[in-house]
Structure formats: structure tokens, C-alpha cells
T-cell receptor, first 115, second 116 residues
Framework: DTEVTQTPKHLVMGMTNKKSLKCEQH?????MYWYKQKAKKPPELMFV???????INESVPSRFSPECPNSSLLNLHLHALQPEDSALYLC??????????????FGPGTRLTVL | AQKVTQAQTEISVVEKEDVTLDCVYE???????LFWYKQPPSGELVFLIR??????QNEISGRYSWNFQKSTSSFNFTITASQVVDSAVYFC?????????????FGQGTELSVKP
């Protein structure tokens, strides 16, 4: 199994809603990532989990809350989002920890629209 | 400081033409990794290649080839005999081995449109 899966594919939510994005990989990778991508822009790193511990938070607002229940799963909890948070949210994983030696494999993303 | 520059914002070609996507990078590290990703309209970032800084051999994979030149800090990507399915945004990225948690520095991307 060489893929990263993400659910849902599309999500529309109001600014008062609470929702969660889910990511799963079964490649035995020990690092998992959340990226945000706006249209016509490259992905921007949000969070990095290494060995199930939060290693990097790129100064992301607290309305985004990551969670890593186990080595295969990564969640992103959303609460009180703003319309400017509408974007494609990509999950990725890589074999090793934080070192750049490992190739990062991305999921198909969740297209989020905040009304 | 690390930086990746993809000077070509958009390229349009006709099917069967060869096309080269340019990538120029900046880094102070001697150990680093370069990547190319393809992002079709569906949104998924598809991994194409990883190259480490000590391996300057060019690589060919089917219609894809990569030219890594440390002397010019470039890692260019050529598609031979392009096809409509090659239409996508292509990102070049840099990662320094032991710096900043292996953060991937992306270029701005090149949108390739292959017309039938």
C-alpha cells in the first residue's frame, strides 16, 4: 500500500462549525504533515508530526488543531474558521523523521470552503 | 537562505512537442535533496523524483528526464513527446538534510498545458 488517503474530498462549512479532516497512511512512515495550498500557489507547511509527536507548528492559528492518534492517522480539527481559510488541505507522510532525506508522499487533499 | 525559482509561470505546447521546465535553487548546505512533483487538476501532488546533492547523474524515466547541474544550481525537467495527460502544475522543491526539520522549500510552480 503506497498511498496516503484523505477524507472528505470536499468540505463546506460555516464559520461557527466544527469539523475534522482525516488522513491515513499504511506505509509505515514515521513523519506526517499538514499543508495548506491556495489556488495558483505552492503548498505551505502547517504542522509536522514525527514519531506521533508534534515537532513543527508553523505559527498556525489555534482554530486549526492537529492530532495524531497513532502512527498511521493524522487529524486536523477545524473550529471557527474564516473565509480566507478556504483552500486545499494536503496531508503527506515520509519514511523517516524530520531529516530531508525521505521523499514526501502526498494525499489527494481536501478542498475546504468556509462560508 | 534557501530558495527555489521556477521562472516559467505557464508553458503551453502542442502534443508531441518536447518541453523543458526550469528549476534553479539556492542553498548554503553541501547536503541537500531536490524533488519534482506533479499536481494535476485533481489536486494530488504526485512524487516524480528525488535527487541528492552528491549524485549529479542525469536520470531518465520513460518520457521524463532530469538534468542536475550543481555548477549552475539547476535541476531541469524535460518531457519528451508531451501528451495531454501531462497537463498539470509542476513543482520543484529543495530540502536541506538536517536543517529546519527537513522542510520542503517549493518553487512557485510551472503550469504546463499540452494541447491536442
Amino acid at each position: 500500500d503506497t498511498e496516503v488517503t484523505q477524507t472528505p474530498k470536499h468540505l463546506v462549512m460555516g464559520m461557527t462549525n466544527k469539523k475534522s479532516l482525516k488522513c491515513e497512511q499504511h506505509m509505515g512512515h514515521r513523519a506526517m504533515y499538514w499543508y495548506k495550498q491556495k489556488a495558483k500557489k505552492p503548498p505551505e507547511l502547517m504542522f509536522v508530526y514525527s514519531y506521533e509527536k508534534l515537532s513543527i507548528n508553523e505559527s498556525v492559528p489555534s482554530r486549526f488543531s492537529p492530532e495524531c492518534p497513532n502512527s498511521s492517522l493524522l487529524n486536523l480539527h477545524l473550529h471557527a474558521l474564516q473565509p480566507e481559510d478556504s483552500a486545499l488541505y494536503l496531508c503527506a507522510s515520509s519514511q523517516e523523521g524530520l531529516a530531508g532525506v525521505s521523499s514526501r508522499f502526498f494525499g489527494p487533499g481536501t478542498r475546504l470552503t468556509v462560508l | 537562505a534557501q530558495k527555489v525559482t521556477q521562472a516559467q509561470t505557464e508553458i503551453s505546447v502542442v502534443e508531441k512537442e518536447d518541453v523543458t521546465l526550469d528549476c534553479v535553487y539556492e542553498t548554503r548546505d553541501t547536503t541537500y535533496y531536490l524533488f519534482w512533483y506533479k499536481q494535476p487538476p485533481s489536486g494530488e501532488l504526485v512524487f516524480l523524483i528525488r535527487r541528492n546533492s552528491f549524485d549529479e547523474q542525469n536520470e531518465i524515466s520513460g518520457r521524463y528526464s532530469w538534468n542536475f547541474q550543481k555548477s549552475t544550481s539547476s535541476f531541469n525537467f524535460t518531457i519528451t513527446a508531451s501528451q495531454v495527460v501531462d497537463s498539470a502544475v509542476y513543482f520543484c522543491a529543495l530540502s536541506e538534510a538536517y536543517n529546519q526539520g527537513g522542510k520542503l522549500i517549493f518553487g512557485q510552480g510551472t503550469e504546463l498545458s499540452v494541447k491536442p
